[in-house]
């Protein structure tokens, strides 16, 4: 039974990479309106835009991304997240690329996060029925090769300094898992906005109402636990509470602050 179910823990800001609408929805909102509830501030990344997710013939992938945006823009707000950026690849042509990785370093050199959410890309077969679809294998490799080393690298990308873009240390990565979680959030307080926020993809709901199997899941993902619903994660703290405490992800000098006290430090790490 993993220990930590880092139930206090709210990061100030959050930046979510998926590859499709509706990816967040199934994966991390509970735990994104939680903290955002929390005064966390949030941007979701969507590398494609579901363009051939309408299993409809009159319906063009320009039409399906307008939908599947709009559809996604709905989902985000009701979890209180304005910020959406569509960065516009192919829905089912996307590849882990170098052009990728710069575009998501950008993305994290421009919002600056604390904490990153991304797929997991080592999901391939889940249980006997699934297998991963191989943009979120995608998405999740080039965020999390975005996230480390090459955000944090000054000399890497370097040209995205002339759009005023510092090199950026993340201090944790959420990894949106089911099989090697390490990471227990509690979403009781918030299952409703995940439903809620699942159900604005409607292109994809149609007459399905996803209450039963998203309670479910979450529910198997919390027994053991305390509380009732659950989102799981693998967690990857890349910086100590220490330097992040200090330094807020800046990497080039002239950033970084000497904490007055070791409590003061603590504290402000674990706001
Ligand atoms: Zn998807």
Redesign the pocket.
């Known amino acids: 039974m993993p220990s930590s179910s880092n139930r206090k823990y709210t990061p100030d800001r959050v930046l979510v990479i998926v590859?499709?609408p509706?990816?967040i929805e199934f994966g991390s909102a509970g735990t994104i309106a939680r903290w955002v509830r929390d005064g966390a501030q949030a941007r979701y990344v969507l590398c494609t835009s579901g363009q051939v997710g309408i299993k409809d013939p009159a319906v063009t992938p320009q039409e399906a991304a307008r939908i599947r945006e709009a559809e996604q823009t709905a989902a985000a707000r009701v979890a209180g997240v304005e910020d959406v950026v569509y960065l516009g690849y192919l829905d089912g042509m996307l590849e882990n690329t170098m052009a990728l990785r710069k575009q998501l370093v950008r993305e994290i050199r421009r919002f600056r996060p604390e904490v990153l959410i991304c797929q997991d890309p080592t999901a391939l077969f889940v249980g006997d029925s699934y297998i991963n679809?191989p943009?979120?294998r995608a998405a999740g490799g080039a965020a999390l090769d975005a996230v480390f080393p090459a955000a944090g690298m000054p000399a890497l990308f370097q040209e995205l300094e002339e759009e005023g873009l510092e090199a950026h240390e993340t201090r944790k990565v959420y990894v949106s898992t089911w099989q090697n979680a390490n990471t227990y959030v509690d979403i009781t307080d918030t299952i409703e906005i995940k439903i809620e926020a699942l159900k604005q993809h409607k292109s994809q709901m149609g007459d399905w109402d996803p209450t039963e199997r998203i309670k479910g899941w979450a529910s198997e993902r919390a027994q053991g636990f305390e509380f009732a619903y659950a989102e799981t994660f693998k967690v990857i703290s890349l910086k100590s509470d220490e330097d992040w405490a200090r330094c807020r992800g800046y990497v080039l000098p002239g950033h970084c602050k000497e904490p007055e006290t070791e409590a003061e430090a603590l504290t402000s790490a674990s706001r």
């Open positions: 590859a499709h509706d990816d679809h943009d979120h």
